[in-house]
Structure formats: C-alpha cells, structure tokens
C-alpha cells in the first residue's frame, strides 16, 4: 500500500485518512467500513495548504459496496487531473464513457450515502443500488460558469460484483462529479477571463472595452493551461450575447500543449494553431491583450504575452503596459477622487490618496448648494455629475467646471416619498448615465446614451418585482439590480443588451441571482470588474458585509471590517482605494489594513466614479 511506505501512516476503520508524503496528500478509502447501517455523510477533506496536491488511493481489494463509494467520492475531491483513480472504482464500460468534466455539483455538506449499500436477497448479491442525496449549493457547467442551485440532490450509482474476480465496482452513475463546498472550495478558484464589448469603444482612439466573465478552474491542475483553453472555447452562455473575442473561431492551443505558465522573466508563450498570414497585426494585440488580462488572475506579475502560431511563429508580442493601452480596462482605473453630499446637501469631494478628512465642493452648479442633493454619480472620467434633488423627484446633469446651471431635470419621478423615487443614478465607460424609479405604482429603468439630450426607458423583460437600486458595471455589458418582492430585497445581475441593428433600444436580459441566501440587501457597489460589495442580511440575521462574484458565488477572503448601520457603500474597481460609506458615524472610510476612520460627521451618499 503506498500509503503505508511512503507516509509511514496505517489506514484505520470507519472513516477517510489523509496520508502527506513530498507535499502529497493521498486520499485513502476505509479499509473496513461496514456495509450496512444507517444515512451517513462523506467527510468532506480538510482545507490544506496551497502547496499541497491531493491523490486519492484506489479501491483496496475485496472492498465492498460501501467502501467503493466512499473511495470514489474522495477520488472525485483529488487533484488528480483526468480523475484516472476515481475511473478504478468503475467498471471498465464505465470507465470509458463516464465525463467528469460536463458539471459540478456543489453540496452544503457533502453527499450522504442515503441507502446502506449492501446487496439484496440471493438473487441480487451481485448488483447493489445506492442514493447519494444532499443540500444544493451550486452547479459548475461544461463551460466551467457558476450558477447557485437550491433544493435536494439525489442521483441513484448502480454497483455490481464482477464475476470473475469477485470485485464491487460501479457500473451506473451520472456525468459530472460531486462534492461538499469546502472540498469544492479548496479544489476550485475563481478566475476572470476577459472578452470585450460588443459594439462599444471609449476614447479618442476607440479602445473596446474589456469586460470580465468569471469561471472556475481546478486550482492545482494545470490552472493557467485550463484558463487559456477556456478563453480561446469563447465566453459562457450568459455572456455571450454581449460580447466577443478578437480569437477567431476555432483558435486552439497547439497540439497537446500544456503546463503554460510565465517564464523567469514573467512572459507568457501561448502556441495557438493559427498560421501566421491569417491574424492581422491589431487582431492580435487585442488577443494578447485578452491573454494578459486573463492569465493575471492567476499571476499578478505578468509582464508581457507572447502569441506564436502555426510552425512556432511568432505571432505579436504584448507588455502589461501596452495592453492597458490597447483596451479599457476598468481595475486598471485608479479614480483621482471620492465624492458625498454634505451636510449643506453640495457635492463634494476628496482626494482618494488623501490622509486627512477634508473635502471641498465640486465645481459647477452641484457643488453650490442652490438645489438640495440626495444622492449623486460622477462619470468615469471625473468631468460631469449627475445629482438627484427636489426630495429625490429629479435628475439633473451637470459639468464639473465652473459656471453653468443645473438646467431641466433629465428624469423625474411621482413617488409619494424620496424612497419611493430616484435611485443614485451611475455611469458606465461609455459615458452612458443609468438611474431608475422606485415609484411602486410604475417601476422603471432609464438610461441617457453617451451624452444624449433625453433618457429612454430600458425594458427589462425577466423583472419580477419593483427595482430598489441600480448600478451598472464599468464595461456597460452589466448592470446589478436590487428588486423587491414579496417583503424581500435580492439582488440581480443582467446583462444589457444594444439592439442597433434594429433600433429596438437598450434592454437588461438574462436577470440572474447574485446573493440567493441574503433576504434583504440594502446597498451595492461595484468592487472589482467581476466582484461586488454588498450590505445585507440574511433570514433572521444582523447586517452584513460581504464580497461576492457577479456569478453568485461567495469569494474564499476575509468580509470589510464591521460597521454598523450602514445607509451606503463605495468601493472602487481598483482595489487600492479605501472603501467609503456612509453609517451612523456619517462618512467613514476603510483604508488598506487600517480601521473604519470618521470622515464627516453631516455627509451622506458616497461615491466613486461610475
């Protein structure tokens, strides 16, 4: 047993042992568990250190129903890249046409073993059904996209004993693997890759705009090999319809490549299969660009990007300098200031950089006080502000330059209450302003497009409930949306949709769940360029904040310090820059290994640009 002699441990009854040997851990079955008895649980394996490999050890002669199943679920837990040991414990017909790969099943603790595993009356002591169950936490596609799940698991593995030699194996189970979310938690992690806008450029020299799509990878198989592959696959299902990639259809890695990974000067070689005469030059800046942003999810110091094709040429050449040029790319913007309303209800700001806790009113008609503020947006490039006043009945647009007035309001509202009207309006990169009504009587959603003179409603076709709170994403792809319905407030995710072709307007489909176990979210913000801040409470629960995927799943880090009555909160794309919010302290902000520090005792409604 290998086990044995190389960690120098002994398996003991009744429960899985992990054996550590050269930075390995094995995976061992129990090499007597009881064949019989009552629901029990898989242990789900410890949390290990990053370092650390996980194997699984194959099924142990003469083993019985039970013990194979408990060795193939740990199997499924291992680091083992084609799951070679979990096939052993199937028949060889199995074995051959199960697909590990086509999902992931997340459960709250794990599958239980429902039935006792052990064979029936005499005419059935060859075959054997068992029945996983379990709590539904998650599901990870083909496509290796996260989806939270709710409701019961339960699948049905078929074993039968072979004839010839007497051995329990698996003959009948689903595609996919199983596992308990703290095993799936230390075999997974969370990982951007990056496409660009449909139809969008910003500047003056038209840069697309990057716009992230969070999958998971197996953290410790070939973790940049498979994130390559699945950016070169194109992006998942959801996003798709809003994005593409400067990859043309079919681009692969080179033959059987693998083990990509930056070399000791931090540059990254990828061997694709495209011949050299078919990739123009400024296609392949943008790929390289795609590459970089993607690969540094998994490592922060990349330098460059090296494409080469067919005969191992060179394609083009990337630095992590010029691809900041080559698209916009929202983490990358560190914004100059953070802006609150006053106690005197002005805009204004302060230095992101700054020390102190002075601020200064913002230039131009909204930093003057004439029109008293509830809440306010600056756009992305820190030269107009959009400021909802009259109680939170009007919007109005201003540059932040000297001079001007505030003019007509761009979107009024009726509500009975400034809660029941103006959310804080916010900007996306292409300088699209969104704000929306939370008058119950008429729910709505605007946007004013790239500086038009009148905002058009947005048809949100998958919306049940009223919209409380809406902040789009720096890459104008997506927009969180926080609905009420039914006394509870959840947020959403959905992607926004520009039907140009047709003149049919702008739309918000594809509405998803972000935090499914919160029952009443009270303030977002956009933290990352997949990632969100969010302030809300779970049934029965105290206020909470935390940090969550787009996709909806929970990010494996430590939550913002504690804070309590939180009205607001302001996180940057970048983040560098200290958080913001707006509490019973008034406006506090949360510097980088610091504590929540008062800012202004009177001030509300904190922002960053966006």
Same mark, same amino acid.
């Given at each position: 047993?290998?086990?044995?002699?190389?960690?120098?441990?002994?398996?003991?009854?009744?429960?899985?042992?992990?054996?550590?040997?050269?930075?390995?851990?094995?995976?061992?079955?129990?090499?007597?568990?009881?064949?019989?008895?009552?629901?029990?649980?898989?242990?789900?394996?410890?949390?290990?250190?990053?370092?650390?490999?996980?194997?699984?050890?194959?099924?142990?002669?003469?083993?019985?129903?039970?013990?194979?199943?408990?060795?193939?679920?740990?199997?499924?837990?291992?680091?083992?890249?084609?799951?070679?040991?979990?096939?052993?414990?199937?028949?060889?017909?199995?074995?051959?046409?199960?697909?590990?790969?086509?999902?992931?099943?997340?459960?709250?603790?794990?599958?239980?073993?429902?039935?006792?595993?052990?064979?029936?009356?005499?005419?059935?002591?060859?075959?054997?059904?068992?029945?996983?169950?379990?709590?539904?936490?998650?599901?990870?596609?083909?496509?290796?996209?996260?989806?939270?799940?709710?409701?019961?698991?339960?699948?049905?593995?078929?074993?039968?004993?072979?004839?010839?030699?007497?051995?329990?194996?698996?003959?009948?189970?689903?595609?996919?693997?199983?596992?308990?979310?703290?095993?799936?938690?230390?075999?997974?992690?969370?990982?951007?890759?990056?496409?660009?806008?449909?139809?969008?450029?910003?500047?003056?020299?038209?840069?697309?705009?990057?716009?992230?799509?969070?999958?998971?990878?197996?953290?410790?198989?070939?973790?940049?090999?498979?994130?390559?592959?699945?950016?070169?696959?194109?992006?998942?299902?959801?996003?798709?319809?809003?994005?593409?990639?400067?990859?043309?259809?079919?681009?692969?890695?080179?033959?059987?490549?693998?083990?990509?990974?930056?070399?000791?000067?931090?540059?990254?070689?990828?061997?694709?299969?495209?011949?050299?005469?078919?990739?123009?030059?400024?296609?392949?800046?943008?790929?390289?660009?795609?590459?970089?942003?993607?690969?540094?999810?998994?490592?922060?110091?990349?330098?460059?990007?090296?494409?080469?094709?067919?005969?191992?040429?060179?394609?083009?050449?990337?630095?992590?300098?010029?691809?900041?040029?080559?698209?916009?790319?929202?983490?990358?913007?560190?914004?100059?200031?953070?802006?609150?309303?006053?106690?005197?209800?002005?805009?204004?700001?302060?230095?992101?950089?700054?020390?102190?806790?002075?601020?200064?009113?913002?230039?131009?008609?909204?930093?003057?006080?004439?029109?008293?503020?509830?809440?306010?947006?600056?756009?992305?490039?820190?030269?107009?502000?959009?400021?909802?006043?009259?109680?939170?009945?009007?919007?109005?647009?201003?540059?932040?330059?000297?001079?001007?007035?505030?003019?007509?309001?761009?979107?009024?509202?009726?509500?009975?209450?400034?809660?029941?009207?103006?959310?804080?309006?916010?900007?996306?990169?292409?300088?699209?302003?969104?704000?929306?009504?939370?008058?119950?009587?008429?729910?709505?959603?605007?946007?004013?497009?790239?500086?038009?003179?009148?905002?058009?409603?947005?048809?949100?076709?998958?919306?049940?409930?009223?919209?409380?709170?809406?902040?789009?994403?720096?890459?104008?792809?997506?927009?969180?949306?926080?609905?009420?319905?039914?006394?509870?407030?959840?947020?959403?995710?959905?992607?926004?949709?520009?039907?140009?072709?047709?003149?049919?307007?702008?739309?918000?489909?594809?509405?998803? /769940? %972000?935090?499914?176990? #919160?029952?009443? =979210?009270? +303030? *977002?913000?956009? @933290?990352? $360029?997949? !990632?969100?801040?969010? &302030?809300?409470?779970?049934?029965?629960?105290?206020?909470?904040?935390?940090?969550?995927?787009?996709?909806?799943?929970?990010?494996?880090? /430590? %939550?913002?310090?504690? #804070?309590?009555? =939180?009205? +607001? *909160?302001?996180? @940057?794309? $970048?983040? !560098?820059?200290?958080? &913001?919010?707006?509490?019973?302290?008034?406006?506090?902000?949360?510097?980088?290994?610091?504590?929540?520090?008062?800012?202004?005792?009177?001030?509300?409604?904190?922002?960053?640009?966006?």
């Amino acid at each position: 047993m290998a086990a044995d002699r190389e960690g120098g441990a002994r398996r003991r009854p009744g429960r899985a042992v992990a054996y550590a040997a050269l930075g390995t851990v094995l995976l061992a079955g129990c090499a007597s568990m009881p064949d019989s008895g009552d629901l029990r649980d898989v242990e789900s394996t410890p949390r290990q250190d990053t370092g650390v490999r996980v194997f699984a050890m194959p099924p142990a002669d003469g083993a019985g129903p039970g013990e194979i199943m408990q060795g193939f679920l740990e199997a499924l837990t291992s680091d083992d890249p084609e799951y070679d040991t979990a096939r052993k414990y199937l028949t060889n017909d199995a074995a051959r046409t199960w697909r590990p790969e086509r999902s992931t099943m997340v459960l709250a603790n794990g599958p239980s073993i429902e039935t006792d595993c052990s064979p029936g009356g005499r005419e059935e002591t060859n075959s054997v059904t068992c029945v996983l169950t379990g709590s539904r936490v998650a599901t990870v596609d083909t496509q290796q996209a996260y989806q939270p799940a709710q409701g019961s698991y339960r699948k049905k593995l078929h074993l039968t004993k072979n004839h010839g030699n007497g051995q329990w194996r698996i003959d009948g189970l689903p595609d996919g693997v199983v596992m308990g979310k703290s095993d799936f938690q230390r075999n997974y992690t969370s990982v951007d890759k990056y496409y660009f806008a449909s139809n969008t450029a910003v500047g003056e020299s038209g840069q697309p705009v990057a716009v992230a799509d969070p999958v998971f990878v197996r953290s410790k198989v070939d973790p940049t090999t498979q994130l390559v592959r699945s950016l070169l696959n194109g992006p998942t299902t959801w996003l798709g319809p809003v994005v593409r990639s400067s990859f043309p259809t079919g681009t692969a890695l080179r033959g059987s490549a693998s083990g990509l990974t930056p070399d000791d000067e931090n540059k990254l070689t990828v061997p694709l299969n495209l011949k050299p005469s078919h990739v123009a030059a400024g296609k392949c800046t943008e790929m390289a660009a795609q590459v970089l942003f993607t690969v540094r999810n998994l490592a922060p110091t990349l330098k460059s990007v090296e494409l080469r094709g067919t005969g191992d040429h060179r394609l083009c050449e990337l630095s992590a300098e010029r691809a900041e040029s080559t698209a916009w790319h929202g983490s990358s913007k560190r914004p100059e200031y953070v802006y609150f309303i006053d106690g005197r209800h002005r805009v204004v700001r302060m230095p992101t950089v700054s020390t102190g806790t002075g601020s200064v009113p913002v230039p131009g008609p909204l930093g003057e006080g004439d029109n008293p503020l509830q809440s306010v947006a600056v756009s992305r490039d820190e030269h107009t502000a959009a400021g909802v006043g009259d109680a939170g009945g009007s919007l109005y647009v201003a540059s932040l330059a000297s001079g001007g007035s505030l003019g007509e309001p761009l979107v009024t509202s009726d509500g009975a209450s400034p809660d029941e009207r103006l959310t804080t309006p916010s900007w996306d990169a292409r300088g699209d302003l969104w704000v929306a009504d939370r008058d119950p009587r008429d729910s709505r959603l605007f946007v004013r497009e790239q500086g038009g003179d009148k905002a058009e409603r947005v048809a949100v076709p998958d919306l049940h409930g009223q919209i409380q709170d809406a902040r789009v994403a720096a890459d104008g792809a997506r927009i969180a949306l926080v609905v009420a319905k039914d006394g509870k407030q959840s947020l959403f995710i959905g992607r926004i949709q520009r039907d140009e072709a047709t003149g049919q307007g702008v739309s918000v489909d594809g509405l998803r /769940p %972000a935090t499914p176990d #919160l029952e009443q =979210v009270s +303030a *977002i913000s956009w @933290a990352g $360029d997949s !990632r969100l801040l969010v &302030v809300g409470q779970e049934q029965g629960g105290v206020q909470q904040m935390r940090y969550v995927q787009a996709d909806g799943s929970t990010l494996d880090g /430590p %939550a913002p310090g504690a #804070l309590t009555s =939180v009205k +607001a *909160i302001a996180a @940057a794309e $970048d983040e !560098r820059v200290p958080l &913001v919010a707006c509490s019973e302290d008034g406006i506090v902000r949360l510097p980088a290994g610091a504590q929540w520090q008062k800012v202004d005792k009177d001030g509300t409604a904190p922002v960053y640009p966006g």
